[in-house]
């Protein structure tokens, strides 16, 4: 069977049970990520290092008004040195040299503040691009992935990391490489220029540096744990407020609302205190690691006054440059601290991304596999087993024919597997053993999206999207003309109502459908199955939640849905089963009994115990009254 689909067929793993990576792969992935926008990143650095340019261009020049007002006021000063051999004009005063200064700082000032801007507009696209990319390919990734992956994982934890977790990622790129890049290129930039300076005041200055490198990496190393901690107790804090707003009509009606309150209160309150541990190591590490840079800032003060005392460092190009160099040193290495508290959020986040980017694709369409149009001849089960776990068997042996244009019920115990099998035809899982056969080929060798194309379905509880009615019933075949559409409502029995609407097909929906009723909702479910024109229609106990009026209504509707298609109908409702060519019986995952109501009646223990509880007998296969006499069905095929 592996084969045949291309891929393993053993229960798909939720994010949780697969296997974490390490933090360095994690990185080598985060730099290949990194690396596909390497031209935004290196446009984004070139700034930021011409900006530093700028920076020292700024205090060089002030350095050297520094060195020109102290030999006009101090006649023994030594005359400053002017760069680049540029000298101002013997006629010009002290007052046009420190205007003509001035004049130069503020066209420096006016050129940062513009490359600057330019600056944060490039990072700010960049993130944005890197963002959207990541949280695409996550949502391509869910929309492939199989409902085993859904079936172990839990909502909260999938939205989580299709938002803040991919934000996370993004960090990366602008929190992590930019900044290190910059960084990095920004202190070798300093370092020349101190070096060129005077070697000694520099090493002298510089010579507790190492131990920030050091206190880095302990710090990451201490932080690293409560960062995955804190995107667990983030899903958590999701799940509690998805869970009361979906289940509001509980809360309320069972008073509930103070105590669900609190644990939603109690859940931030668990992300509050993770997050202040965090800031606690923060807040200890960051000034612990600027006193190191204030000592290096004494140790200026103490030799290099001493060298501008003896004359071997000059005051404004020399102590004055080389003391804002050394501040400004010190603030590249205090990012360090960021750098690390980003790379820490980024590793965890990366660690539940690629999980799900990792997840196999289970359910694909195998290679060199067959197109499928529409089903004309039979569905086939043969021998059909499937269990969602190793270790447990839902359905077993189970082999059935279905011709095309007949229409099948589906019933039995709760368990006994009726949803299950609509979902392997519909190849939402794959089988564990056996196979299933539309026109005598096996559905894992024709191509998955023709497989379910040809099969419309109905669910007992069907979800309806925040969108018009119209949108809602093209969902299949979102190009479909409005009389496409009108025509697949008016079999589906919802044209009527929707005419009532005030917007009539462009009404909207509210979202789940709350703005209609159960009964509404289901017909729209019906039109929409229809609108694609499927060969075979499956529906899923479609009236097992509405009141026998609705029931009605939506029976009437199936009944002329059902026209020149193959049905497959799960039901405990007789009323609907009644309507069927014949009937299959399902009891602990096996077939159990095949037949018309009447032989059921007759050969079925279970199907004979359901009839008397709903007291239908042989006689009123026919006819089913609803509303003391005011409607009738009658079969129709």
């Not at 990143?41 to 520094?66: D, P, R």
Request: glycine share 6%; proline share 3%.
């Amino acid at each position: 069977m592996s084969g045949v689909s291309g891929v393993s067929q053993g229960s798909q793993s939720s994010p949780k049970a697969r296997r974490k990576l390490s933090s360095r792969k994690l990185l080598r992935r985060l730099l290949r990520l990194a690396l596909e926008y390497r031209g935004p990143c290196t446009a984004v650095v070139f700034m930021q290092i011409t900006l530093v340019v700028l920076s020292l261009s700024t205090l060089g020049i002030t350095g050297l008004g520094i060195d020109y007002l102290s030999s006009q006021v101090l006649k023994d000063s030594a005359p400053p040195q002017w760069p680049l051999g540029l000298h101002p004009p013997a006629a010009w005063s002290p007052l046009q040299i420190i205007t003509a200064l001035s004049g130069l700082i503020l066209v420096v000032a006016m050129l940062t503040a513009a490359l600057k801007y330019l600056a944060a507009i490039a990072s700010s696209a960049l993130s944005q691009e890197v963002l959207v990319r990541i949280r695409t390919d996550v949502y391509s990734k869910l929309q492939q992935l199989s409902f085993n992956f859904y079936d172990a994982g839990e909502s909260s934890s999938i939205i989580n990391r299709a938002a803040g977790d991919a934000s996370n990622v993004r960090n990366f790129v602008d929190g992590v490489i930019i900044k290190v890049l910059t960084v990095l290129l920004t202190l070798t930039v300093y370092m020349v220029y101190m070096l060129k300076m005077h070697v000694w005041l520099t090493f002298v200055c510089l010579a507790s540096t190492p131990l920030l490198w050091v206190g880095a990496i302990v710090f990451s190393k201490l932080v690293q744990p409560a960062y995955r901690q804190a995107s667990t107790l983030s899903d958590v804090m999701i799940r509690t407020l998805v869970e009361n707003l979906q289940g509001i009509q509980v809360v309320k009606g069972f008073a509930r609302e103070a105590e669900q309150a609190a644990r939603f209160q109690e859940a931030n309150h668990n992300i509050r205190d993770l997050k202040e541990t965090i800031f606690f190591r923060i807040s200890t590490f960051q000034p612990s690691m600027g006193l190191l840079t204030q000592i290096n800032m004494l140790v200026l003060i103490g030799y290099g006054g001493t060298l501008v005392i003896r004359g071997e460092l000059a005051l404004g190009t020399g102590l004055f440059v080389f003391a804002n160099l050394l501040h400004e040193f010190a603030n590249q290495v205090s990012q360090i601290t960021n750098i690390a508290n980003s790379i820490q959020t980024s590793l965890a986040s990366a660690q539940r991304v690629f999980e799900v980017l990792d997840e196999p694709v289970q359910i694909v369409t195998a290679a060199g596999a067959q197109s499928l149009e529409r089903v004309s001849e039979s569905i086939e089960l043969d021998d059909v087993s499937f269990g969602y776990h190793p270790d447990r068997v839902i359905l077993h042996d189970v082999s059935l024919r279905i011709q095309a244009g007949e229409c099948i019920g589906i019933t039995g115990p709760t368990g006994s597997g009726k949803t299950t099998l609509l979902s392997l035809l519909k190849r939402f899982y794959d089988v564990r053993s056996g196979s299933i056969c539309l026109d005598g080929v096996d559905i894992r060798k024709l191509n998955l999206d023709d497989v379910r194309r040809a099969m419309g379905i109905v669910f007992q509880d069907s979800f309806l999207f925040s969108n018009t009615v119209a949108a809602n019933i093209a969902f299949g075949i979102p190009d479909a003309s409005l009389d496409q559409i009108t025509a697949a409502a008016k079999i589906a029995a919802a044209d009527e109502f929707i005419c009532e609407l005030p917007d009539q097909y462009e009404s909207m929906v509210g979202e789940h459908g709350s703005n209609l009723s159960g009964g509404q909702r289901q017909r729209l479910a019906l039109a929409r199955a229809i609108v694609t024109n499927p060969s075979i229609l499956l529906l899923d106990d479609a009236t097992a939640s509405v009141d026998p009026e609705t029931e009605y209504e939506i029976r009437e509707a199936i009944v002329s849905a059902m026209h020149d298609r193959t049905t497959i109908v799960v039901s405990n409702r007789l009323s609907t089963l009644s309507q069927t060519d014949r009937i299959v019986v399902l009891q602990d995952g096996t077939i159990s009994a095949v037949g018309t109501h009447d032989e059921l009646l007759e050969s079925c223990d279970w199907y004979r115990e359901l009839a008397e509880l709903q007291g239908m007998s042989a006689s009123r296969v026919s006819s089913t009254v609803v509303n003391g006499g005011k409607h009738e069905t009658t079969r129709k095929h």
